[in-house]
């Protein structure tokens, strides 16, 4: 079992930036592709940004290319998203995942571990 915990978020205001961090422990972190999903209120979880085990290669959603960005510390076990030029848009429920298979995926299937997720509002 790999368990993930979720920190940071909160409330900011369009324009701002605000980073997410998800802690791992249980197994071998740098086996997994890690990615972050959203989910905003009446919708469908939805791919961010995923980042392979070695982090040499990421993947992001066309609609926060540019100013999302997903990196990991092997040594610590940790995954950041870091989001700048927040839009109320980007509201919602960030939740990050763990891939076994070490290989970049946009569908939630793809993945087999779960953090419990971190509220993030933009506010206009």
């Known amino acids: 079992q790999l368990q993930l915990e979720e920190s940071g978020g909160g409330l900011v205001k369009l324009g701002g930036s605000l980073s997410v961090s998800c802690a791992a422990s249980?197994?071998?972190?740098?086996?997994?592709?890690m990615g972050w999903f959203r989910q905003a209120s009446g919708n469908q979880r939805e791919f961010v940004a995923a980042?392979?085990?070695?982090?040499?290669?990421?993947s992001y959603a066309d609609s926060v290319k540019g100013r999302f960005f997903i990196s990991r510390d092997n040594a610590r076990n940790r995954v950041l998203l870091q989001m700048n030029s927040l839009k109320p848009e980007d509201t919602g429920v960030y939740y990050c995942?763990?891939?076994?298979?070490?290989?970049?995926?946009?569908?939630?299937?793809?993945?087999?571990?779960w953090g419990q997720g971190s509220q993030v509002t933009v506010s206009s």
């Open positions: 249980g197994r071998t972190f740098s086996d997994y592709a």
């Open positions: 995942a763990a891939n076994p298979y070490n290989s970049i995926s946009s569908g939630p299937n793809g993945y087999n571990y």
């Open positions: 980042i392979t085990g070695s982090g040499k290669t990421t």
